[in-house]
């Protein structure tokens, strides 16, 4: 990201964010862009996130998922909290697959954020949608009198 | 569980994805018990769980609730493939808590199965809840002439 | 019901919507029976309610469900509003047959319901689930001094 | 639509259904345009569509929501049938209303398609989304030699 004075909000609210997850560290979760309502994060799938069949645990390309639905409503600069989040599983991803997650609010209200993520690996073919709702405080995420985030 | 002999197709349904999946084992999620059309499993969420609110992700609260999903449905017997899960969430969880996940099969149909997982924490409070619906191949999960998975 | 003196809140809080909604009344939507948390009610599939594949419109037996879980939050005595409901279709139904949907609420907070509907035929079998999310007011639904119903 | 042989198969594949569904006959729902992989619908809401708190049914606005889903699915030439639906309700809808459901295939795949409903009033302000996922039976809705539909 730029320098200070040039982010915009968005990045400003997900540097709030960012560093201080130890999930998304764990599981090498990045943050590849994020902008006013919408979100772009990946994932490789690593040998520790199989299931017993040998395919990447759902609910690890859940939190991928999930991470890209935080990211959009932080970047509304809404104060909330996640609700409900569906997941469709389309079909499988295997290890070594680079997995992106793009998420988008469809609905912003002043009390509910609707949003959707689709998740593709490094071919373009989808893995996942989820479907989430979060509840919003009705306040901003930054405080703008001194830029730091109101938690 | 007990002898060989003794044990319920239920309990040799889950032996046979037991120790093979990586995320429940780096996770520590552990099955309690099972029989036929329910499973309990839990897990204590340690720091590495945490999201940057301090709280457990909400995607390691999805993993454990899914895995709760899965042993639902192959204690059964039926193969099959978890098509769609959704969570909602109804209280944070915080570093050290247990969490055990119930799970039912609300339906069994031979191509549908409607699976409802409830988690609480140590002081039986509910965390979330999850319902789950898993695709049926119309086949058992457990080959009945040598007793190994058909995967 | 028995006389006012022995009514349960549930059914003086069931009392305040019945008759009152226009939906129910078309589609002969009946509420067989109310209890603190539990709803059921029934309901005939008649020839207006056919799709174009001669089978009962899916927001047929959704209107039905949705009504059920109406009634088991309004039951609990607690003011609030349906935020999110979703629907697992399980297998047709024709014309003539009666449906019944058996509402119970599965968590009961502050701030949020959840519920799980069944619907079932005159033979028992499923043809459909709703899982709902009610946001709670804070508040009783009957104003206990007059027995009103507050909306 | 046009001239027979200037018609699109998405507006062929809607012309086997329209006016065949008695449920979108007795709503008044009707078809405003079709292509491949959308539809929109409108539905004005009528008295007999409202509820005890005199608001439109979450189940009218649930089955208008349904049948852009339905057309969305049909549009694509794929023979399937609706396995889940899920509606997020944003605001009311009150009597006189004129709402549109805007519906969009975000996924189509041979055995699934994922589909998204936006529902708005003549204002343009989002009253509803529904999320529903279509299980394909594998072969096209027209049978193209004739064009009659397959059911």
């Known amino acids: 990201m730029g320098k200070e004075s040039e982010k915009t909000i968005a990045e400003r609210c997900a540097e709030r964010v960012l560093g201080k997850d130890r999930v998304m560290e764990n599981l090498g979760i990045e943050l590849q862009s994020v902008q006013d309502g919408a979100a772009v994060l990946s994932m490789t799938v690593g040998a520790e996130m199989l299931n017993s069949q040998g395919n990447c645990h759902g609910g690890m390309i ?68 989820l479907h989430g709702r979060s509840h919003n405080f009705g306040r901003p995420f930054l405080d703008e009198s001194d830029g730091q985030a109101v938690t």
């Not at 997650?101 to 996942?128: C, F, K, M």
């Open 62 to 129: 859940f939190t991928l998922a999930d991470a890209a639905f935080a990211f959009a409503c932080i970047s509304c600069n809404q104060a909330g909290i996640g609700a409900y989040a569906a997941m469709d599983f389309i079909r499988p991803a295997a290890e070594g697959d680079i997995l992106t997650a793009r998420s988008s609010v469809r609905h912003r209200g002043s009390t509910v954020s609707l949003v959707e993520v689709l998740v593709e690996n490094q071919d373009g073919r989808p893995i996942a949608q």
